[in-house]
């Protein structure tokens, strides 16, 4: 069954870097596009990043544009998310997202807390 295991979530200062991984499993990973999502308390779910199959495309929303970066590894069944001058406003659940079959399938998320 396709599986998403998100890790690399913590605790970090404003101003400081994070990276995120998402290990995946249960399809060809290589042949589908993976998005990061995030939510924070009592706010809606977001598109953060997204990247096509073989890595050539990736898109931003304009909140992160220029700080966040998402990468993938199609030898290891992994995407990544490299988070730079990170604010408090980016704590949140990181979740990563694909539609494998035509259907919806997400991670348990991973917490990112940007606090002095």
């Known amino acids: 069954q396709v599986q998403f295991v998100e890790s690399g979530g913590g605790l970090v200062q404003p101003g400081g870097s994070l990276r995120i991984s998402c290990a995946a499993s249960?399809?060809?990973?290589?042949?589908?596009?993976m998005s990061w999502y995030r939510q924070a308390p009592g706010k809606e779910r977001e598109l953060v990043a997204f990247i096509t199959s073989a890595g050539g495309s990736t898109i931003y929303a304009d909140s992160v544009n220029g700080r966040f970066t998402i990468s993938r590894d199609n030898a290891k069944n992994t995407v990544y998310l490299q988070m730079n001058s990170l604010k408090p406003e980016d704590t949140a659940v990181y979740y990563c997202?694909?539609?494998?079959?035509?259907?919806?399938?997400w991670g348990k998320g991973t917490l990112v807390t940007v606090s002095s």
């Open positions: 997202h694909a539609r494998p079959y035509g259907m919806d399938y």
């Open positions: 249960g399809f060809t990973f290589s042949s589908y596009a």
